[in-house]
């Protein structure tokens, strides 16, 4: 049995649709950072059965999460000359029932513990590719840290190691339960309907560079610039999309606030979000406690996670 676990990422420069759909390939440049403590932990199998066994979360998946998980598995077989069946059981050990999104953390640590149950040696690079026809996110989980995942590139790469930056992620837990709509269908709707989409798409280079260049230069504050003028630009090309798609939630929009006074008063605090209500808050280390105590009195925060730059996917020791 070979065991991976691989950690969620939030990506300060967004990405927000495809280039090319059927290989998954992203239209837009993203940056991320890699979160410590938001795990998933998956082990891998062979088993002599005629078909595979996905367990997600404690039930037997169907339906389109167990086909993202056979699609990798078919593949990852094909390069090892295997037919043999694998059962997979992944767990997500987020500390919240939240729904924070775990497909960049499930597959990244998917695409490690099925290769290696499959005897394949798999670099970096390879296990992101892999990560990424799944789930184009999942590509950056693969790296610890600070990592990008380029356009017209198949993975994503580290740009730098967790400790560059001194920071925390704050995670505002707005709302319960499952989003209305998931990512990958609503980045083709936006791509399809949104005339705001091409604008978003021809802006994104700039606001990469923009945001790469802070990080490498540890200049925290345009680096969240950065950060929230991604999220709102790529929520901007959404709403306009028809019909809208829309994800703030009026809590959402109450902690956006927040953070932005927080920052009048003199806090280094900026807001992202993703296919989703909550809010994910960057600042450094050293005001993570006054930000957190702050946000949580508010009555939009039901829950909030503080999360340092975390590492990169790895085995464990099978039991
Ligand atoms: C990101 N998101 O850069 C962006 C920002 C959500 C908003 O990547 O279709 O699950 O599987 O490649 O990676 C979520 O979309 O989409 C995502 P697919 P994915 O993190």
Same mark, same amino acid.
């Given at each position: 049995?070979?065991?991976?676990?691989?950690?969620?990422?939030?990506?300060?420069?967004?990405?927000?649709?495809?280039?090319?759909?059927?290989?998954?390939?992203?239209?837009?440049?993203? @940056?991320?950072?890699?979160?410590?403590?938001?795990?998933?932990?998956?082990?891998?199998?062979?088993?002599?059965?005629?078909?595979?066994?996905?367990?997600?979360?404690?039930?037997?998946?169907?339906?389109?999460?167990?086909?993202?998980?056979?699609?990798?598995?078919?593949? @990852?077989?094909?390069?090892?000359?295997?037919?043999?069946?694998?059962?997979?059981?992944?767990?997500?050990?987020?500390?919240?029932?939240?729904?924070?999104?775990?497909?960049?953390?499930?597959?990244?640590?998917?695409?490690?513990?099925?290769?290696?149950?499959?005897?394949?040696?798999?670099?970096?690079?390879?296990?992101?590719?892999?990560?990424?026809?799944?789930?184009?996110?999942?590509?950056?989980?693969?790296?610890?840290?600070?990592?990008?995942?380029?356009?017209?590139?198949?993975?994503?790469?580290?740009?730098?190691?967790?400790?560059?930056?001194?920071?925390?992620?704050?995670?505002?837990?707005?709302?319960?339960?499952?989003?209305?709509?998931?990512?990958?269908?609503?980045?083709?709707?936006?791509?399809?309907?949104?005339?705001?989409?091409?604008?978003?798409?021809?802006?994104?280079?700039?606001?990469?560079?923009?945001?790469?260049?802070?990080?490498?230069?540890?200049?925290?504050?345009?680096?969240?610039?950065?950060?929230?003028?991604?999220?709102?630009?790529?929520?901007?090309?959404?709403?306009?999309?028809?019909?809208?798609?829309?994800?703030?939630?009026?809590?959402? @929009?109450?902690?956006?606030?927040?953070?932005?006074?927080?920052?009048?008063?003199?806090?280094?605090?900026?807001?992202?979000?993703?296919?989703?209500?909550?809010?994910?808050?960057?600042?450094?280390?050293?005001?993570?406690?006054?930000?957190?105590?702050?946000?949580?009195?508010?009555?939009?925060?039901?829950?909030?996670?503080?999360?340092?730059?975390?590492?990169?996917?790895?085995?464990?020791?099978?039991?």
């Amino acid at each position: 049995m070979s065991v991976a676990v691989a950690h969620a990422n939030i990506a300060l420069i967004k990405y927000w649709g495809k280039a090319d759909r059927a290989l998954n390939l992203p239209a837009v440049p993203s @940056l991320s950072l890699t979160l410590a403590g938001l795990r998933t932990r998956t082990e891998a199998r062979l088993i002599t059965g005629a078909e595979d066994a996905v367990t997600l979360d404690g039930r037997p998946a169907g339906g389109r999460p167990r086909a993202r998980v056979i699609a990798m598995l078919d593949q @990852l077989r094909a390069r090892a000359g295997a037919t043999s069946r694998l059962a997979i059981t992944s767990h997500n050990e987020f500390p919240t029932a939240a729904g924070l999104a775990s497909s960049a953390s499930g597959f990244a640590a998917l695409a490690l513990a099925a290769s290696h149950a499959l005897g394949l040696e798999l670099t970096r690079q390879q296990l992101s590719a892999l990560a990424r026809q799944a789930s184009a996110s999942a590509a950056r989980s693969v790296f610890g840290g600070w990592a990008e995942l380029l356009t017209g590139c198949e993975h994503a790469s580290p740009i730098a190691p967790p400790e560059h930056l001194d920071v925390r992620m704050l995670v505002a837990v707005t709302r319960r339960g499952e989003k209305a709509i998931g990512s990958t269908e609503a980045m083709l709707h936006t791509a399809e309907t949104s005339p705001y989409y091409d604008a978003w798409v021809s802006s994104a280079g700039a606001l990469f560079t923009r945001g790469k260049s802070a990080l490498l230069a540890r200049d925290l504050p345009e680096l969240g610039r950065a950060m929230e003028h991604s999220t709102l630009a790529m929520h901007a090309s959404m709403l306009a999309a028809d019909p809208g798609v829309l994800y703030f939630a009026p809590e959402s @929009l109450a902690v956006m606030h927040a953070v932005r006074e927080l920052r009048g008063r003199g806090f280094s605090t900026f807001f992202t979000l993703d296919a989703g209500p909550h809010v994910k808050v960057l600042c450094p280390s050293v005001e993570a406690p006054a930000v957190a105590k702050e946000l949580r009195a508010l009555p939009a925060v039901l829950e909030l996670l503080e999360a340092a730059p975390g590492p990169a996917a790895e085995l464990l020791e099978a039991p």
